[in-house]
């Protein structure tokens, strides 16, 4: 595998753009960090992602791959000598998938939600809506160390990128997740002692002052 | 198969979502049972048991054991019985195919729904977002037979299933899927000649008719 060439296009608050990075990270790869500017998009983002337009993407030898979690599982696939991220079991497989799908399918909209905000009330809304995703969730993790069981995996990878946005959450929305989801805060510290995870995600503090910078040049505040 | 391998597919006969998967089993060659739920009246003590979080069906029971989420049941099948492979064998190809169906699964019925539930301008945009997302399509399968390339393939399960709603989008929104995108119409024609296509496609009167009764009770007419 020396001479691979792995490029990732990310803008560094994405929780999804954190996932690629961890993962990367997890396998122990080289790769070339590119920032994009946005709301600007390079050139080199809009040909390797035509369809969607959207950050991250990995480009290896040339060759893009879209969508984080299909990025996370090519990563898997391709580099599978070490640290593997999803089960090989097909049934759990499905589980970790499926888990997967439900964080992308409601946590980051219920998180716009509360960021966004344009009233109190639409911010309670999401408020109220993401304690009810974390409370699934905790129950999913159950008594395990992580999602995938002993080891940090693929539905952890999937997750953890969302803690960089939450104190973004709680100083929006007017509460504590640690209060109120301490089983998920307790998963969260435990992920944060990963090298692999700590030096991938951003500073929680610096993505509420881009929050805040957005909210301003949208007219919200 | 296994004659003491057991599969139940909690179905309902309309949706497009049961058919993708019926269609995935009958390339696989794999026996099945079926219980119709009425999601209308009231959703059976099993389906509520097997998918607590959404209640929805398609569910494709393993020897007692639920995956939920029709993209995820087509590739637990793939994965759980590997022969003929559905999803392409290098990595790469993997991604595209994951791509294209997290694509269709984002955009094609959700876009069909906007034209049978709107009126007026509304379904006048809905219709050529509709139409937009099938010439994208389009180009993703170039001048292939298939998604898969020369073989029917992941792609081609995951959206075939779909098109049995199109004949309800035509109706409504006034438009023919052969003059806008006869690319697309040829490749609907080439599938439905498959064995497993054919003997899994609902009637689209009978789909019409049903989402006539839908749209009463949306309040569209």
């Not at chain 1, 109190?120 to 409370?135: H, N, Q, S, W």
């Amino acid at each position: 595998m020396g001479n691979d060439e792995l490029i990732l296009l990310n803008f560094w608050p994405s929780m999804f753009g954190s996932r690629v990075k961890i993962a990367l990270e997890e396998k122990g790869l080289d790769y070339e960090y590119r920032e994009e500017e946005l709301p600007n998009k390079s050139p080199l983002l809009l040909r390797m992602n035509p369809v969607h337009k959207k950050v991250p993407v990995l480009i290896h030898n040339g060759k893009p791959i879209c969508e984080s979690n299909i990025i996370v599982q090519y990563i898997d696939e391709v580099w599978n000598d070490k640290a593997p991220l999803l089960p090989s079991d097909p049934y759990e497989k499905a589980q970790a998938r499926f888990c997967a799908d439900y964080i992308d399918k409601k946590l980051y909209e219920a998180g716009k939600k509360i960021t966004w905000y344009k009233n109190k009330e639409g911010a309670e809304e999401g408020k109220k809506e993401v304690l009810e995703i974390f409370k699934v969730l905790e129950g999913a993790l159950g008594d395990k160390p992580y999602f995938g069981g002993e080891n940090f995996g693929y539905v952890d990878i999937s997750l953890i990128g969302f803690y960089m946005w939450f104190h973004a959450y709680e100083t929006c929305g007017n509460f504590s997740i640690e209060v109120e989801c301490p089983k998920l805060m307790a998963w969260v510290k435990r992920c944060l002692e990963r090298k692999t995870v700590a030096k991938s995600l951003g500073d929680p503090k610096i993505v509420y002052e881009i929050v805040l910078k957005f909210r301003k040049s949208w007219g919200l505040d | 198969m296994p004659t003491d391998e057991q599969l139940l597919l909690l179905d309902l006969w309309v949706s497009p979502f049961s058919t993708r998967v019926k269609i995935a089993l009958a390339e696989k060659g794999l026996s099945y049972e079926t219980q119709e739920e009425d999601v209308l009246g009231g959703k059976s003590d099993l389906l509520l048991k097997s998918n607590p979080l959404y209640a929805k069906v398609p569910v494709l029971l393993h020897n007692g054991k639920p995956v939920v989420e029709s993209t995820n049941i087509v590739y637990y099948i793939d994965e759980t019985w590997p022969s003929p492979q559905l999803l392409p064998a290098c990595s790469y190809g993997k991604s595209r195919a994951r791509f294209w169906a997290d694509f269709i699964d984002k955009k094609v019925f959700d876009a069909g729904s906007s034209i049978w539930k709107t009126k007026g301008e509304e379904l006048e945009a809905a219709k050529k977002e509709f139409i937009d997302i099938l010439k994208k399509l389009e180009g993703a399968m170039g001048d292939k037979d298939y998604f898969g390339g020369d073989k029917f393939g992941f792609v081609d399960v995951i959206l075939i299933g779909l098109t049995t709603w199109f004949y309800v989008y035509e109706k409504y929104g006034g438009f023919k899927i052969e003059k806008e995108c006869p690319k697309f119409a040829a490749w609907i024609n080439r599938c439905k000649k498959r064995d497993s296509v054919a003997k899994n496609y609902v009637d689209p009167e009978r789909t019409y008719e049903f989402v006539g009764m839908l749209r009463k009770m949306h309040g569209v007419e």
